[in-house]
């Protein structure tokens, strides 16, 4: 922890570091988040906290939060409170509360610990730590997943995190939830954020495994079945594509029924974008695997990869498409262009039409293959093409 924290917290209201940021120091595991809870007024604190440490303080009053950011270090405040659920999978009302009030509300005993951020005195009232050198993922109380469903992806993730396993009372509870539809009480974006954070996991594969044991994958949607290997591979693939592995590896687990899954993508709530290389990827990425199949002129790979997102490419992979053309495309074709124009064509003569734009892809076939090279024989091509089929029309 950054020493800096424990000067500039001096002499103001009680302070603890909480959450991750524990879990990962007791862990002995970097921690990049660091989440403050203060028995007091946090946006006072982080006032006073941004102008000791230099930076500059950015406060939510609806919630009673703020961010504090300084030269290399930024913090998170929030003030203690107790929360109550006015209805199951609601976002929950809270009220100023106490450190162990605080402590109580929270998601799993390996989150409900606090450090004290003046003399680094550890409030474990849950057993949290032991829970996590045990490798247990332990809720706090039997409503917990249905307070607030998005715990149950989160408890998975934890799970395949540090290598751990619900205890058996609280797997039974997720079970519990999940035959009930308790995943149907929240909100679409809640799930979307919490399944991607499950995505980009490097242990991602594990934690689907167990959400296809748990049946949690066709709890989100009836069509959906998770495959674990389909994500992994398509993981692995986006260290060759540049995708993003939460969006490929969402595809990829799309694949089989891409278009029954729709209405999946839709409750997420992606972006607009995000939402338009999922369902491309998912649509195309299996079919691409066999298009991609025996040989191939740099041309027929240009045609077939060209404007396609990095992620149908990874699903492509995913589903077995040879990788040769697949990285030829990445590493010698993707940027290929012609350098004459519509243009220079329209300059020597040829009148504007759609055969303009024929030859120019024609030519630049010719150029991906190897067949012309240099502006001189493209424009000869080019303007060949475009001639000929003006005389033919």
Known sequence: MDPRLRTAFEGLPPAYLVGGAVRD???????????VVVEGDALAVARALAERLGGEVVEHDRFGTATVRAPELTVDLATARRETYPAPGALP????????????????????????LTDDTLHDPHGGR??????????????????????????????A????????????????????????????????????????????????????ELKLDCALHPAWRVMPDRAASAMLACTETGADPALASLAALMV????????????????????????????????MSHRLSGELAASDIHALLDGEPLE????ALAWGAPGEPVLRYLSELRGVRLEVTGDDLVEAGVPPSPAIGDALAETLRSKLDGKVSGRDDELALALWIARDAAGRS
């Open 25 to 35: 120091l007791l862990r002995g595991a970097p921690h990049v988040d660091l989440d």
């Open 130 to 159: 032991a829970d996590l050198d045990a490798g247990v993922i332990r809720v706090l109380h039997d409503a917990s997943f249905i307070d607030d469903p998005t715990r149950l992806l989160r408890a998975l993730r934890y799970e």
């Open 256 to 287: 089989p029924d891409a278009e029954a899954l729709h209405p999946l993508l839709d409750r997420l709530a992606l972006t607009r974008h995000e939402r338009d290389r999922v369902s491309r990827a998912a649509e195309l990425g299996g079919h």
């Open 312 to 315: 149908t490419l990874a699903v």
């Open 93 to 116: 009302d809270v009220e100023p509360a106490t450190l162990a009030e605080d402590l109580a509300r929270r998601d799993f005993t390996i989150n409900a610990m606090a450090l004290a």
């Open 161 to 212: 995190r540090l290598g751990g396993r619900l205890d058996a009372h609280t797997e039974e509870l997720a079970r519990e939830a999940i035959a009930a539809g308790a995943t149907g009480t929240v909100s679409g974006n809640r799930v979307r954020d919490e399944l991607l954070d499950l995505l980009r996991e490097v242990e991602a594969p594990a934690a689907l495994a167990r959400m296809r």
